[in-house]
C-alpha cells in the first residue's frame, strides 16, 4: 500500500475507494490508470466529458490535496472509470514535480486504492441535440472528448475528432480515437503535429503539422452548424476559441473546459448598469435582490437567470478566478460580508464562516461580497 493509500476520514464522506486494476502508458509523458470501485456501490454513471476529484495526501495522513481527472473512458462501460493523466515534471530544477501526477506516474500501481468522489462537472454532450460534433483538442485535454467520442460512436451523429499534439511520442490514445472513428461511416479523425519527428513523418501518423489555424478548420470541416467542445491548454483554448469565435460560430454552440485555472476566452461583455439606490433596508428592489461586489465598488440587481453568483459577477464585468466551475476545487472561494446564500451544488469541502464559493451558489436575499 503506498502513501496515497485512502484515508479513514474519508470513509464517512462522499468519496470512495477505487482500486487500480489495469495501469497504461499511453506516450512518453501519459498514463492511464482502470479503476474498479472496492465496495460494488462505488460506481456510479457518469455523462461523457465528467471528472473524478481525487483526494490525495501530501503527507502521510496530513493534508490533502484535491485533484480533477476526466473519464476517459466510455460512459457505456459499467462498473469501472479510467483516468488518462499526464506528467507534470518540474519546469525547473528548483521546484516540485505535479504532486499528484507524479506521485501517480511513479509510484500508483496495480492494486493500489485511490480516493475518489463524483463523477461531477456539466462539460457534457448535449444529448437533445441532433447537430454534428467537432471535438477539438490540445494535449491531455483529449481526455473527455474521447469518452465523448465513445458515446457519439453509437449515434448517428456525424463526428470530427480534432486533435492538435506536439508529435507522436506525447500522442495518447491515438490507437483507440483511430479504431472509433473507423467504427462506423461519419466520424472523421485529424491529428495536428507541432513538432512531428522523423519518425511520424515516417508513419505517417499525422494529417498536419503546426498548429490548429482558421485555413485548417475551414478544410476540415464543411459549412454547418456545429456542436463545438474544447479542451486543451490556455493558450490552445484562447486561439481556438477565437478562430471559432471569428468564423461566425455563436458562443452558445461552444462548450469548453479548462484543465486548470480558466483564462479569459475573450473581452467581457460591457458591465450591466450599476444600480443607483442604496443598499440595506432597500437592497430589496420591487421584489428583486441586489448584490453588491464591495471591492470592485459595484452592485447589481440579481438575474434570477443567472446560473450562478459566479456567472453573475462575469455578467457584471467582474473576472473572479475560477477553475472547476463545480463546488470542487476552491478556486472562486470568497468572503461573504452580508446576506446569506443558499447552494445548489454542496461545495466539497466545508466552508469556514464567512465564506462562499460562488461557482456552486445564488444570493437569497441582498448580499455583499468581498471582491
Ligand atoms: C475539470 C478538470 C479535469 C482535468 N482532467 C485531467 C485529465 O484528464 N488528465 C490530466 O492529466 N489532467 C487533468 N486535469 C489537471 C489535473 O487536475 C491537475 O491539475 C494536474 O494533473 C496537475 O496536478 P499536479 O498535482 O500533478 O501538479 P501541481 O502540484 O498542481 O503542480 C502543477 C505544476 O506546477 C509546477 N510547480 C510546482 N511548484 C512550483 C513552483 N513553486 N513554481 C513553479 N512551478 C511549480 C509543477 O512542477 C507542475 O508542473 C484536469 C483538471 C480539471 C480542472
Known sequence: MNA??????????????????????????????????VEPEGWRPFEAGQFLVF?????????????????????????SYRITVKREAAPR????????SC??????????????????????????????????????????????????AGTQRRVFFIHACENGEVHALRDEVEALAASRPGMAVHFCYRFPTDADRAAGCHHSEGVITRELLQSLLPLDDYDFYLCGPSPFMQAVHGILRGLGVPR???????????TLLEAPAEPAPVQ????????????????EFRKSGRKGVWNPAAESLLAFAEDQGLEPEFSCRAGVCGTCKSKLLAGEVAYFEEPLDDLAPGEVLLCCSKPQGPIVLDI
Open 93 to 100: 530544477a528548483d521546484v516540485p514535480g505535479g504532486v499528484s
Open 276 to 291: 443607483t439606490p442604496p443598499l440595506a433596508p432597500a437592497a430589496v428592489l420591487d421584489g428583486a435582490m441586489t448584490v
Open 252 to 262: 452558445q454552440r461552444i462548450s469548453y473546459e479548462f484543465f486548470g485555472p480558466a
Open 4 to 37: 496515497f493509500a485512502t484515508p479513514a476520514s474519508a470513509s464517512k464522506s462522499r468519496f470512495r475507494e477505487l482500486k487500480v486494476v489495469t495501469k497504461v502508458r499511453e506516450s512518453s509523458i501519459i498514463t492511464s490508470f482502470h479503476l474498479e470501485p
Open 55 to 79: 483526494r490525495f495526501p501530501v503527507r502521510e495522513g496530513k493534508d490533502f490535496v484535491l485533484r480533477n481527472y476526466s473519464v476517459s473512458s466510455s460512459p457505456e462501460r459499467k462498473g
Open 103 to 152: 506521485h501517480l506516474h511513479d509510484h500508483v500501481e496495480v492494486g493500489d486504492v485511490l480516493t475518489a468522489e463524483g463523477p461531477r462537472g456539466d462539460f457534457v454532450l448535449d444529448r437533445q441535440s441532433s447537430r454534428p460534433v467537432v471535438l477539438l483538442s490540445g494535449g491531455v485535454g483529449l481526455t473527455p472528448l474521447v469518452s465523448m467520442l465513445h458515446a457519439l
